[in-house]
């Protein structure tokens, strides 16, 4: 049996991170999904393209 075939994508997600986080963060990060529409990975990927944007070192 070959691999299994998902939706095709110029930029596949290969990487997994896990985090630690309190409740308050999760409770932001839950709402921020619900309000934009999007899934919290999408809301995390946004987040740290927004810091990284912000950064003196470009």
Sequence with gaps: ????????????????????ADEKTVEKLNKCSEKLNINRSDVIRKGIDTVYDNLDNK
């Design 1 to 20: 049996m070959g691999k299994k075939m998902g939706r095709p994508t110029d930029n596949p997600k290969n990487t997994i991170i896990k985090i630690r």
